[in-house]
């Protein structure tokens, strides 16, 4: 990440190099190739993409198979009395399935609380 908090030429280039190589099936020679670069940085791009514990998140349809699928079940407020006040938390009901070991669906709730409330 830049200093801004924004992405850098290199974030974008990590994130290319793991959708072509892990979604997309090419080779490492292949996204060299194509991304204007060598094969041994293409190695060192989805090395960073690992080390980070990259994930891609589609909030739409995804062309093919997934690890994971994450539904949102239920969200709630708390905090507002009669009206009036500031928003406490929020919690949202989140449940997993996927493949494999994965297949058993699972559910989390995930808590967010505004700085009033913490």
């Known amino acids: ?61 995804w062309p093919g198979e997934t690890a994971l699928r994450l539904r949102a079940e239920h969200s709630s407020w708390s905090g507002l009395g009669g009206g009036e006040g500031l928003l406490g938390e929020r919690v949202l009901r989140v449940a997993v399935s996927g493949r494999g070991a994965a297949g058993r669906e699972r559910t989390a709730d995930l808590v967010t609380r505004t700085r009033a409330a913490a």
């Open 1 to 61: 990440m830049a200093r801004g908090g924004g992405p850098t030429d290199q974030d974008e280039l990590v994130v290319t190099a793991a959708i072509l190589y892990y979604q997309q099936d090419r080779s490492q020679e292949q996204i060299a190739r194509e991304l204007g670069v060598s094969r041994p940085t293409v190695s060192r791009l989805l090395a960073r993409a690992r080390e980070r514990g990259a994930v891609l998140v589609a909030t739409g349809l």
